[in-house]
Nanobody
Framework: QVQLVESGGGLVQAGGSLRLSCAAS????????MGWFRQAPGKQRELVAI???????NYADSVKGRFTLSRADAQNTVYLQMDSLKPEDTAVYYC??????????????WGQGTQVTVDS
């Protein structure tokens, strides 16, 4: 079992920045996927940014050029640097880890979520 611990959310003015962190509770071997999703009130959870199993980084169109996803493998941690924040970025942000399991369905882990509020 893996636990994901998120931190870095909070309240910020429009145009400001926040940095989210997501740390896995134990060593995760390569070949997995980690990333961030978000869910605003009354809306479905959506992808924000993700490092795929192949190692590429994908961003939602709405955050391209403003958010940067990075990874520190030695620390089993991913970071989401969020700049030029907008009120529409307000949501609960969730970290997700996907660990392949051979021919079986992958293991999927979610963090508890961290609130990001952008005040106009």
């Amino acid at each position: 079992q893996v636990q994901l611990v998120e931190s870095g959310g909070g309240l910020v003015q429009a145009g400001g920045s926040l940095r989210l962190s997501c740390a896995a509770s134990r060593t995760i071997y390569s070949g997995n996927s980690m990333g961030w999703f978000r869910q605003a009130p009354g809306k479905q959870r959506e992808l924000v940014a993700i490092i795929t199993i192949g190692g590429s980084i994908n961003y939602a169109d709405s955050v391209k050029g403003r958010f940067t996803l990075s990874r520190a493998d030695a620390q089993n941690t991913v970071y989401l640097q969020m700049d030029s924040l907008k009120p529409e970025d307000t949501a609960v942000y969730y970290c997700r880890l996907v660990v392949p399991n051979g021919q079986r369905p992958p293991y999927i882990y979610w963090g508890q979520g961290t609130q990001v509020t952008v005040d106009s």
